[in-house]
């Protein structure tokens, strides 16, 4: 078992910045994948990014790709996601996930935390 809690989240202006980060405790042993979700009022929750455990893959959405960066520290325990040029769009609740293996799908990812609040006002 693998228990992640996100923070970092908040409101901000269109074209600012926000990192947000996930801790994981529990069986941080196991060498898992790590992931970004996010999920908007009235939408399906929508693949974010991706990084394998050594950092050495990552993969973006293209609706992100060139203003978002997902990075990890295994030593600390922590994963991520910085976040620049926001956008309304952006706005969304994000969830961080982790697994054994690498997709872009929800099936993919076996554990997931319980979310952080991003708005981004225009």
């Known amino acids: 078992q693998v228990q992640l809690v996100e923070s970092g989240g908040g409101l901000m202006q269109a074209g600012g910045s926000l990192r947000l980060s996930c801790a994981a405790s529990?069986?941080?042993?196991?060498?898992?994948?790590m992931a970004w979700f996010r999920q908007a009022p009235g939408k399906e929750r929508e693949f974010v990014a991706w990084?394998?455990?050594?950092?050495?893959?990552?993969s973006y959405a293209d609706s992100v790709k060139g203003r978002f960066t997902i990075s990890r520290d295994n030593a600390k325990n922590l994963v991520y996601l910085q976040m620049n040029s926001l956008k309304p769009e952006d706005t969304a609740v994000y969830y961080c996930?982790?697994?054994?293996?690498?997709?872009?799908?929800?099936?993919?990812?076996?554990?997931w935390g319980q979310g952080t609040q991003v708005t981004v006002s225009s």
């Open positions: 996930a982790a697994g054994p293996r690498i997709g872009d799908s929800v099936g993919s990812w076996a554990y």
């Open positions: 529990g069986r941080t042993d196991r060498r898992y994948a």
């Open positions: 990084i394998s455990w050594s950092g050495g893959l990552t």
